[in-house]
């Protein structure tokens, strides 16, 4: 009960204690039990007065110390003391120190910097990424809706319809606002520039539900053609012009569009890329019941949990149909409706996360290797002064001090890495930004903040603590035994400690080995990917033109067609095709298809359409599988269509598709089948490929035109092709530059950017993690031999081989890389499970990554063996008993 | 010096005293107005120690097992320190009594 009092009396300065600790406790206790027999609230209120004068008497002892003990009254001011003089002291001396030994401080200066300033500029990343928060009002509160219906041909996750929308703000008391968005790419237009341009046409809701306003101008009015536009186009774009507000821009379909705002800086919603939005209202009267694929964003009511949200939303949802009708497959569809609800944080960043920790995790580690390495380095100056400290400690040096003085070496190494680590930081991050994949959410916003340099100076103290430990620990408790004449220092349990070390970095090093290696794999078998079509060498680009002549559907495939012709005159073109959507790059909308067998909505299925022409199946190398491409008479005659295999079985499963019919609400007519073709993956190599439609160049609908396909060019030059094109481009249409200009292969490239960059980066850990295991185990190896010198040199003056010698020093160093790959086994194993949503076609367990990591670090470690006898021939295979006594003939001089 | 330092010194005026004696005859001479925690006492006391006002004294009590009992007195240097203090406070509450008019005249 009463312990605390022994507690506060600790706090105490120890010569203060030592004097009067006894009797400051017994006189506690004393009026305690007094109070006590008064009664508990006199127990209470001296208790508390107790703890009080307790707390108060031991900072006022060391802040004005009445007691300074008899034997240090001549000490007083230089010994114990926090002063800040006796740090800098130390600190100079420790800087002497260093100074004296530049190899030793050089290479723990440089390896701390390096691994500092690693971590430092991933940490910026990671900071500005995950961790900052999304700039909205209230993030915490953001929500997105989507929903899964078991047993319906929806996607196991899909977007809501409008229905949901209206239904769920007006009715959902768990909600404070939702809105619809999307984005989308689309023609953007000035008089000096001609893009297509990432846009975005959301509920006007969205701005309130976010909680933004435009920092210039104001929002649009969804009655008006009135748009906002990203700070980053009103940077790029224009200039930063303020008078761009009130001009009016041909945007998304042509249409003339007055910008009205400019949204502040690091705005981006759904992402980065969006540089307009046209937001505009969605009306009961505008719904059409099961139109599937809307994105919703909502703001939850304070205090609501998740499951909550859910519940009140899946009550409302499956109201649906008797309020808005619909077929028996929607109201199917909605009775078995559960919205799935998540912070908009995870959707926005989800992808990033993994890559993004896992990158962090990995430099962490290779901090603490090279903080191991450190450390072993200290460890071994300790134990070469033991001596020193232990004849220091006999003539009254107290432990504090010694302690203090060994610390001092850590902490000015530590501090000066870290200053250096900062600068490095500063330099790496923009080049770590050049370098990162696009697509990354908030990468303009990565920089050496306040926030990340606090972080890299922690990090330089806690190593600090970390490599000075070892060092400081040892020289706490000198052995004085090591004044005795002749006795050597290397006990059982201080090698333990550094064996510990190696095993630590050992198994560090292959986890990192594992983890990198089953990254590679996974890069190889995506790479191993069939996408359906052929990247090498396809060119891929995209131009505007906007002529008087082009008015309809008809005149725009007639110009598409022309153009078509001279592209493929250019000289090493094989062959030149259109498509609306070129894949990797950009993805086709979502209708329903009602085919002529099932002409009802009932029957209609998911599919993605898009349009094709010239020769496009033939240049991207996809396999027509029955029938024909579209030929050059399909550019002008609209009616016929192609399906992709998935749609094809979807459709008519088992049976021969050729000469059947389809038709979808968003072009209306009836189209005839004439050909099926190879599956294409359209964004993502680890996707399902999408059942897809293609449709040609000329609808029923003649007012519906294709303005800005992209072309695809089939040509042995697509590296090198661009600037010809260009020059094509101008010669046709002077006022639309080519953009999206690409070859398939960097498409592909960009797509697995991510991958490969947490690839290349978790390699080079792993191999920098490798490199210092194997400079560590070398360490520690000749440090051991070093000290059995005086064994070794009596081994062989009793005949030992040299070779026998060798073969037990690299047992003993075989027998601590053993273990620790059998530790990294384990830990690997356990931890790799963590990156299963990165891999793809290998199993976290994969064998082949588990089975190859051992021998890498094995043999890297023998490489440090092989580099062991080198540091051990020299002293102790060829040394002589002389070599011991050497030694001993130095030993007096303590004495 | 302080009211405490004060007290303490008068406290061990009469006779040699160890801790909570001195506590007590703190808290009774001063009226109720002073009383001591343990940790203010000693370090009051070590800084009598340090400056040679009291000091530590021997007095023969057979130690208790779990309880140390150290006696302290009163050292020349503390008497005069004692007496010294005693006569500027008692000259300060002479002025204050006539100040307030309830002295003698």
């Known amino acids: 009960m009463t312990r605390w009092i022994s507690w506060l009396i600790r706090l105490h300065p120890e010569a203060f204690r030592d004097r009067f600790g006894a009797e400051v406790e017994a006189h506690a206790r004393e009026d305690l039990e007094r109070a006590r027999a008064r009664g508990s609230t006199h127990a209470l209120r001296c208790g508390l007065a107790l703890f009080i004068d307790l707390v108060a008497s031991a900072i006022a002892e060391h802040a004005h110390p009445a007691w300074s003990g008899s034997h240090t009254v001549h000490s007083r001011g230089r010994g114990r003391g926090m002063g800040i003089a006796n740090w800098i002291r130390e600190v100079r001396l420790a800087g002497r120190s260093l100074a004296r030994s530049p190899g030793f401080a050089l290479v723990a200066l440089g390896t701390l910097t390096l691994t500092l300033g690693a971590n430092a500029a991933i940490f910026a990343v990671v900071d500005a990424v995950l961790l900052e928060p999304l700039p909205f009002e209230e993030p915490d509160e953001l929500i997105v809706i989507t929903g899964t219906s078991p047993g319906s041909d929806l996607p196991p996750e899909f977007g809501l319809s409008g229905e949901f929308l209206l239904d769920f703000r007006e009715e959902a008391s768990s909600l404070t606002g939702i809105a619809a968005f999307n984005s989308f790419t689309a023609t953007f237009r000035t008089s000096e520039r001609v893009e297509r341009v990432r846009m975005s046409v959301p509920d006007i809701a969205l701005f309130d539900v976010l909680g933004v306003a435009p920092a210039l101008g104001r929002l649009p009015d969804p009655e008006r053609d009135e748009v906002v536009i990203s700070h980053e186009m009103w940077t790029t774009w224009f200039g930063e012009d303020p008078s761009v507000i009130g001009r009016s821009y041909p945007v998304m379909d042509g249409r003339a569009r007055e910008i009205v705002g400019v949204m502040g800086e690091g705005f981006g919603f759904p992402n980065d890329e969006v540089l307009v939005w046209i937001p505009g209202t969605l009306s009961a009267e505008g719904v059409t019941p099961g139109n599937f694929g809307l994105n919703l964003v909502a703001r939850v009511a304070e205090g609501v949990e998740p499951d909550a949200v859910v519940a009140e939303l899946q009550r409302i949802g499956r109201r649906a149909p008797e309020k808005w009708g619909g077929s028996a497959r929607y109201a199917e569809a909605v009775a078995n409706l559960t919205p799935i609800v998540r912070p908009l944080e995870d959707t926005l960043v989800s992808e990033a996360r993994a890559p993004l920790w896992l990158m962090m995790l990995a430099v962490g580690v290779v901090l603490v290797i090279a903080s191991a390495n450190i450390a072993n380095l200290f460890a071994v100056r300790a134990e070469g002064r033991g001596r020193d400290l232990a004849v220091r400690r006999a003539i009254g040096a107290d432990r504090y001090h010694l302690v203090r003085s060994q610390f001092a070496e850590a902490i000015v190494l530590a501090a000066l890495a870290g200053i250096a680590s900062v600068g490095l930081a500063w330099l790496a991050i923009p080049a770590l930004v050049a370098v990162i994949p696009e697509g990354l959410p908030r990468l303009a916003q990565i920089a050496l903040t306040p926030g990340v340099v606090a972080f890299t100076l922690a990090l330089a103290g806690l190593t600090a603590l970390a490599c000075g430990l070892a060092p400081a620990w040892r020289a706490s408790r000198p052995d004085l035994a090591r004044l005795r004449d002749g006795s050597r220092g290397a006990t059982r349990r201080r090698s333990l400690v550094r064996d510990g070390l190696v095993i630590g970095q050992t198994a560090l090093a292959l986890v990192l080995l594992t983890a990198s290696g089953l990254l590679i794999r996974s890069f190889q078998e995506l790479y191993a990917v069939d996408p359906g079509y052929d990247v090498s060498d396809v060119f891929t680009f995209q131009f505007a033109p906007e002529e008087a002549h082009l008015t309809d559907g008809p005149t725009w495939a007639a110009f598409h067609v022309e153009m078509m012709d001279r592209l493929r005159a250019l000289p090493g073109v094989e062959s030149v095709g259109i498509v609306e959507n070129v894949p990797l790059d950009e993805g086709p909308e979502d209708v329903r298809v009602v085919t002529g067998e099932r002409p009802d909505p009932e029957g209609a299925a998911l599919a993605s359409l898009t349009v094709a022409g010239g020769d496009y199946f033939a240049t991207m190398g996809i396999e027509v599988e029955a029938g024909r491409g579209f030929t050059r008479d399909d550019a002008f005659t609209p009616g016929n269509a192609i399906v992709s295999r998935t749609l094809a079985d979807r459709l008519w499963p088992g049976e021969d598709p050729i000469g059947r019919r389809v038709e979808t609400a968003t072009l209306p007519g009836w189209h005839t089948i004439v050909g099926v073709v190879e599956d294409v993956l359209q964004f993502d190599l680890r996707d399902e490929p999408e059942p897809l439609l293609y449709y040609p160049l000329v609808f029923e609908n003649t007012e519906v035109a294709l303005t800005s396909p992209g072309y695809v060019v089939r040509t042995a030059r697509a590296e090198t092709i661009a600037p010809e094109i260009r020059a094509l481009v101008t010669e046709v249409t002077p006022s639309a530059p080519m953009y999206r200009a690409y070859t398939m292969q960097g498409l592909l490239d960009r797509t697995t950017a991510s991958l490969s960059f947490t690839m290349i980066t978790l390699a080079i850990a792993a191999g920098l993690s490798l490199l210092l295991g194997s400079i560590g185990l070398f360490g520690v190896l000749s440090y051991i031999v070093a000290q059995r010198s005086r064994e070794i040199g009596i081994r062989i003056a009793l005949g030992a081989e040299a070779s026998r010698v060798q073969r037990m020093v690299i047992t003993q160093g075989a027998r601590v890389v053993a273990f620790g790959v059998a530790l990294g086994t384990v830990v690997a194993l356990l931890a790799t499970r963590l990156m299963e949503g990165l891999l793809y076609g290998v199993g976290a367990f994969d064998p082949v990554s588990f089975s190859s990591a051992p021998p890498s670090s094995c043999s890297a470690s023998a490489s440090s063996r092989a580099g062991c006898p080198r540091g051990g021939r020299p002293q102790s295979t060829r040394s002589s008993p002389c070599g011991s006594s050497d030694r001993a003939a130095r030993a007096p001089q303590y004495r | ?105």
Request: charged share 25%; aromatic share 6%; with cysteine.
């Open chain 2, 1 to 105: 010096m302080s009211l405490l330092e004060y007290h303490v010194l008068l406290a061990l005026a009469g006779a040699p005293l160890y801790g909570y004696a001195i506590t007590e005859a703190v808290e009774c001479e001063s009226r109720g107005a002073i009383v001591p925690r343990a940790g203010t006492l000693y370090r009051v006391l070590a800084r009598l120690v340090s400056r040679g006002f009291i000091r530590e004294k021997d007095h023969g009590e057979e130690s208790h097992p779990g309880r140390a009992r150290r006696w302290y007195a009163l050292t020349p240097a503390g008497r005069h320190a004692l007496s010294e203090e005693s006569q500027r406070l008692g000259a300060v509450a002479e002025l204050a009594l006539q100040r307030l008019g309830t002295g003698r005249p």
